[in-house]
């Protein structure tokens, strides 16, 4: 699988975005995304069948992730 562009820029994130686009800030795939959502690590909501996460969401989870390494 070929990595796709990470963001660096968080004015250029949505307020809201799709797995998919917290597969391309993490560099993870799909399946790891929706491990964490499922878990409770990732904060999240289901739109129907897909997960929807917040910025501000995955900013406290980056900042979790760098406290902990």
């Known amino acids: 699988m ?8 968080w004015t250029e994130v ?6 998919g686009y917290v597969c391309r800030i993490l560099g993870v ?3 790891t995304v929706q491990k964490l959502l499922r878990s409770g ?3 999240g ?6 997960w929807r996460i917040c ?14 390494a």
């Open 2 to 9: 070929k990595r796709e562009n990470y963001v660096y820029n």
């Open 29 to 31: 795939t799909a399946d």
């Open 55 to 68: 910025k501000s969401d995955i900013m406290a989870f980056i900042g979790e992730q760098e406290a902990t």
């Open 14 to 19: 949505p307020v809201i975005v799709d797995v």
């Open 41 to 43: 690590t990732l904060r």
């Open 45 to 50: 909501f289901k739109v129907g069948r897909d």
